[in-house]
């Protein structure tokens, strides 16, 4: 059935309301006011679908508005302090002196923030210099021209049942037209997924790798926090062939951020990520802080790890990616927002010269590309590229001792560049290969279930819609996943999405679409690729209440 769609023409289209859209929303307007630019979110508000730790660095920010403390930018707790633990078993731990703590990792400077928040603060900036924001729409489609330069994108249909008709609430999706697009979806965008496989953007480049971070928000008692104190920890509940870590940040408000990150090239297909933080959360070092707390939000969203030789060549005809959509992730410091800022930037000044030049600009913007490479971006990566394939070639624990001479004594000059070309879907092994794991019940005070944690994430989609998880082939669940691997799907989804059940005698894999948090977790994993993650209608999905 093809419906006519209402078709809109702007200077510039960004994909994506997070930092790096944000930031190149921003900037494009710094640099000329007369621009017309829209940003479209899929989430129902910017910030809605926006999670990270986070520790944030202020050096993209720094650039892109100076004087964002005075302005008011919701970025007011200072890192006081780094507290590194290494935990030996399920009670006891050993802090790592400062001085073996890999140097990127020192947050001197730094600040614990929700990242949601930041960008709530950076759509109200974009929209005081006249960007068009445009949350609630989710870009679905990429449009292109006849020459194959892409053109803008079209935002999803609204009101169209499951049986694939049209209900009374039907709107069709508008079209979004620019000579040129800025993808920053955030990692592994749909659309950016799509731009890399049409363009071969990934021809030179190591497979991405991945974590899933899961996070929680408590309120604990205030006798037991201090403001500024950040946490990390490695080792337990992971074994030695588990790459991952565990977060604690003291926010204000008597408030923590806490969450344990697990590296998707994990090769048990009985782990659970979501279980493993439930069982991390009941480590003394952690639990002295949530005794007696109340736990108020949670929510999970796959990271980028895979560092410089992960990522794609950034340009197209029409469009670039920029922030974690093309992977931009610091892996050793932890942190992608200030990345994502800087080359957000960069993309704007980029598009700004072409716009400038009329119609002698080129099709596609190479020299995005090349100021990427000269920026300090660029270094930063080049000095913890080896980071990400040290701790997959040797182990966590002789992977971080290869971090810190590299880190701390070369200061990430070795004369070696790493590499790992397995990707994470591949590393996983057969389930009668590896030992299954018991995990406890869940006390309700400490650790929890799946369906109780997502009620926490307020998900909500419109249940009368397709399915946004879509399998190319709907036999392989049951008839090759679940005998080979016993469908890991059913442990590594965070939110419960994926379940086998038993319909007239006979195993069936049922997909509860209507809890995704959008982590994008199953796009990664799922053995085969088989499982496709799409957007739903705009505004499905979570609505993080500042994660």
């Not at 249909?157 to 609430?169: L, P, Q, R």
């Not at 596609?364 to 040290?390: A, C, I, M, Q």
């Not at 009368?464 to 709907?474: E, G, R």
Request: glycine fraction near 12%; hydrophobic fraction near 35%; include cysteine.
């Amino acid at each position: 059935m093809t419906t006519e769609r209402e078709s809109m023409e702007f200077d510039v289209v960004v994909v994506g309301g997070g930092p790096a859209g944000l930031a190149a929303a921003c900037r494009l307007m710094q640099l000329d006011s007369n621009l017309s630019v829209v940003v479209v979110e899929k989430g129902s508000e910017i910030g809605a679908h926006i999670l990270s730790g986070n520790v944030f660095e202020p050096t993209g920010l720094n650039e892109l508005f100076p004087d964002w403390q005075a302005m008011g930018a919701p970025i007011t707790t200072a890192v006081t302090g780094d507290d590194v633990h290494y935990l030996t078993s399920e009670s006891k731990s050993i802090r790592v002196p400062g001085l073996f703590v890999p140097r990127p990792m020192h947050n001197k400077g730094n600040y614990i923030v929700s990242l949601g928040r930041v960008c709530q603060w950076l759509g109200e900036q974009a929209e005081a210099l006249g960007v068009n924001v445009f949350p609630g729409f989710a870009a679905a489609e990429v449009l292109y021209a006849d020459d194959g330069r892409v053109v803008g994108v079209a935002t999803s249909d609204m009101g169209i049942g499951k049986d694939g008709e049209h209900k009374s609430s039907y709107q069709a999706g508008y079209e979004l037209r620019a000579p040129y697009t800025i993808f920053a979806e955030g990692c592994r965008g749909n659309l950016g997924e799509q731009l890399m496989q049409k363009y071969s953007l990934r021809e030179d480049a190591d497979p991405q790798h991945y974590g899933i971070g899961l996070k929680e928000i408590w309120d604990i008692d205030p006798a037991l926090h201090e403001e500024g104190l950040v946490v990390h920890t490695t080792g337990w509940p992971l074994d030695n062939h588990t790459e991952g870590g565990g977060f604690l940040y003291h926010a204000a408000n008597n408030q923590v951020f806490l969450g344990l990150i697990v590296a998707l090239n994990y090769k048990n297909p009985h782990l659970s990520p979501f279980e493993e933080f439930q069982r991390w959360k009941q480590h003394p070092k952690i639990r002295q802080y949530l005794e007696g707390g109340k736990r108020i939000a949670y929510g999970a969203r796959a990271v980028n790890k895979g560092g410089l030789q992960s990522l794609p060549k950034l340009t197209f005809p029409g469009g670039m990616l920029v922030g974690c959509d093309a992977g931009f992730l610091n892996g050793v410091k932890i942190k992608g927002a200030h990345t994502a800022i800087k080359t957000g930037m960069l993309a704007a000044e980029s598009v700004q010269r072409a716009l400038a030049a009329g119609e002698s600009a080129p099709a596609e913007l190479e020299d995005y590309e090349e100021s990427v490479r000269t920026s300090w971006v660029y270094r930063e990566l080049h000095k913890g590229r080896n980071f990400g394939p040290g701790l997959a070639k040797f182990g966590v624990f002789w992977g971080a001792a290869f971090t810190f001479i590299d880190q701390n004594i070369f200061f990430g000059k070795l004369p070696v560049t790493l590499h790992n070309r397995v990707p994470d879907h591949e590393s996983i092994a057969k389930a009668d290969a590896v030992p299954p794991i018991d995990y406890p019940k869940p006390d309700g005070k400490i650790s929890f279930d799946r369906l109780s944690s997502v009620f926490l994430s307020s998900t909500n989609h419109e249940e009368d819609q397709p399915s946004h998880l879509k399998l190319k082939d709907a036999s392989i669940p049951i008839d090759y996943n679940l005998p080979e691997y016993d469908e890991p799907a059913q442990r590594y989804c965070p939110a419960g999405v994926y379940e086998v059940v038993e319909e007239g005698g006979k195993k069936v894999f049922q997909i509860n679409a209507q809890n995704c948090v959008h982590c994008k977790t199953c796009d990664i994993k799922d053995p085969t690729l088989n499982i496709v993650w799409t957007v739903p209608e705009g505004g499905g999905g979570p609505n993080y209440p500042g994660m």
